[in-house]
């Protein structure tokens, strides 16, 4: 029996490095996206072992035909053992060169319903744990319609906010639990531009439970200044 075992778990090893099987896979992604997401996702590849981890290429995300989220490459790592478990343990999820394009239409932001909402779970039903050991972004950039805080349009003046964010690069660690959410935010950095705003580093704690945001060992540094 046990020979039977490891002669299967061969083949499907085996199986699963071909290029079949990894187009096979692509094609099923993009298919169940579909049951999550109000929108159209496109893989162009994907590589990676699929044991310790799966390596997703020129990603594209369109909500009513038009382009939102592009993502160069998506680097996922985890372990096999705990995925087979029920477990949600990630060691890294790297985005390379990310581009986000949030638009305005008719009052409502393009990507505020991007993901369908999910029916309740059973009740006394225990939501599931989930850890990142690292989230990064490398060279990111968003486009933001956003107005001034604080008024209702540019042309009462206000507060300006960036309307472009270039050079985004961002190192985060994030559990979910029983006690709530927590990220760790190791590094973020960005240069902003119309209007100008660059941010050199932010790191800090931040945690949710039960409707309460706690924020810890916050630091700044823009180009100007530090806090």
């Given amino acids: 029996l046990a020979t039977i075992v490891v002669c299967l778990l061969g083949a499907a090893l085996i199986v699963s490095q071909t290029s079949w099987f990894r187009g096979w896979l692509r094609g099923l992604a993009e298919r169940q996206a579909d049951k999550y997401l109000n929108g159209q996702l496109t893989i162009g590849a994907l590589g990676g072992n699929l044991l310790s981890g799966v390596e997703l290429r020129d990603l ?5 035909g038009q382009p939102a989220i592009s993502i160069q490459d998506l680097d996922v790592g985890y372990e096999l053992s705990d995925l087979l478990s029920g477990r949600v343990a990630l060691g890294r999820v790297h985005l390379e060169r990310p581009v986000i394009r949030i638009e305005r239409e008719n009052g409502r932001l393009n990507l505020a319903n991007l993901l369908r909402p999910r029916p ?39 507060t300006r ?4 964010i270039d050079d985004l690069n961002l190192s985060v660690s994030y559990v979910h639990g029983p006690s709530g959410d927590t990220a760790r935010i190791n590094h973020l950095s960005f240069h902003g531009s119309e209007p100008t705003f660059d941010l050199a580093d932010l790191s800090g704690d931040v945690h949710v439970a039960d409707g309460t945001l706690t924020i810890r060992g916050l630091a700044i540094r823009t180009g100007l200044s530090a806090l």
């Avoid at 989230?135 to 604080?150: D, E, H, K, M, Q």
């Avoid at 906010?161 to 472009?164: G, R, S, V």
Wanted: aromatic letters at 0%; hydrophobic letters at 30%.
């Fill in 60 to 64: 594209r995300i369109t909500v009513k």
């Fill in 120 to 158: 309740p779970g059973p009740k006394g039903t225990s939501k599931l744990a989930v850890s990142i050991g690292e989230i990064s972004i490398a060279n990111g950039s968003v486009t933001l319609p956003l107005r001034p805080v604080g008024t209702a349009g540019e042309e009462r003046g206000g």
């Fill in 161 to 164: 906010l960036p309307q472009q």
